[in-house]
């Protein structure tokens, strides 16, 4: 969906405000990678793809959230090593000290209680969608064939889990919140 379609996608929700980053910051970078939306909080990436003044600008933007600042010097992206897995879950893959320090980060930062699910995972199998319907909770994942992929996946509470195949996103380091907009209306 190009950027002026989806413009109008989203004004045609009630209530929804668009805040256009390039008009408040110039300078401002921000990839969507990077940002971790709890639906109580925000952590955002600041790594090669997002910088401080993003992080300035949702600030400003959200004044009724908790925005944090999460450096992400391994990896591509904040949600390249956790998602929200649930309401009050992230999953984080701990395979390295990188991931691991980002976790720590998270924990340290965090004002709300959370149940960090940690397995030594590739981090892209830490990757999922979770959403809410009006028929139960969703999760979307890739194939988890390892065993402790399957310990990850089976310890995550959802009334509904679909495996997605993203063989071939995969292979340009696309992961599933790469295809993904979630908004709650």
Do not use: W
């Not at 600041?46 to 401080?52: D, E, G, L």
């Not at 991931?99 to 709300?112: D, F, G, L």
């Not at 199998?125 to 399957?150: C, K, Q, W």
């Not at 089976?154 to 063989?167: E, F, P, T």
């Amino acid at each position: 969906m190009q950027k002026t379609e989806m413009k109008k996608v989203l004004k045609r929700i009630p209530g929804m405000e668009i805040f256009e980053m390039s008009l408040l910051n110039e300078e401002a970078l921000l990839d969507g990678g990077d940002v971790l939306y709890t639906g109580k909080e925000m952590f955002i990436g600041q790594s090669a793809r997002t910088n401080k003044a993003a992080v300035d600008v949702m600030q400003s933007c959200f004044k009724e959230l908790k925005v944090h600042a999460i450096p992400v010097r391994d990896g591509l992206h904040l949600k390249s090593c956790m998602t929200l897995a649930g309401p009050d879950s992230i999953l984080c893959s701990t395979i390295n000290e990188g991931t691991r320090s980002i976790i720590q980060e998270v924990k340290n930062r965090a004002t709300e209680k959370y149940n960090f699910i940690e397995f030594d995972i590739d981090p892209k199998r830490a990757n999922v969608v979770y959403f809410e319907t009006p028929n139960g909770s969703v999760l979307l994942h890739t194939r988890m064939t390892e065993e402790a992929d399957i310990k990850a996946l089976d310890s995550i509470k959802a009334d509904k889990k679909i495996m997605v195949d993203n063989s071939e996103l995969g292979k340009v380091d696309g992961c599933l919140t790469c295809c993904s907009v979630l908004i709650t209306i």
